[in-house]
Nanobody
């Protein structure tokens, strides 16, 4: 069974940077989509970025394009999210999740395994 563990959250001032990591265990050799989502209090999940482990195809939400970078390391087992030029509106709990479709999708309902999340707080 796949397990995902996020790390790297914290507090930073606007304009600062943070790096998040998602370590997957129990995975197979099959390719899959790994997505980073975030959820602010009282709001729905928002897809931030995705990566397809097979060919490292990437996608980003418009709100983070040019500021966030998703990447793989250690084969398929670690996916990082480098966040720079952070804004107060980036404040949320960030989750990584494993997709259960043959492509990366926007719908959080298409992601079957989730980590416990890591808090990111950006102050103005």
């Amino acid at each position: 069974q796949v397990q995902l563990v996020e790390s790297g959250g914290g507090s930073v001032q606007a304009g600062g940077s943070l790096s998040l990591a998602c370590v997957a265990s129990g995975t197979t050799d099959l390719d899959y989509c790994l997505g980073w989502f975030r959820q602010a209090p009282g709001k729905e999940y928002e897809l931030v970025a995705t990566i397809w482990t097979g060919d490292s195809s990437l996608a980003y939400a418009d709100s983070v394009k040019g500021r966030f970078t998703i990447s793989q390391a250690n084969g398929k087992n670690t996916v990082a999210l480098q966040m720079s030029s952070l804004k107060p509106e980036d404040t949320a709990k960030y989750y990584c999740a494993e997709g259960d479709r043959a492509i990366c999708t926007l719908d959080p309902n298409n992601y079957k395994t989730w980590g416990q999340g890591t808090q990111v707080t950006v102050s103005s």
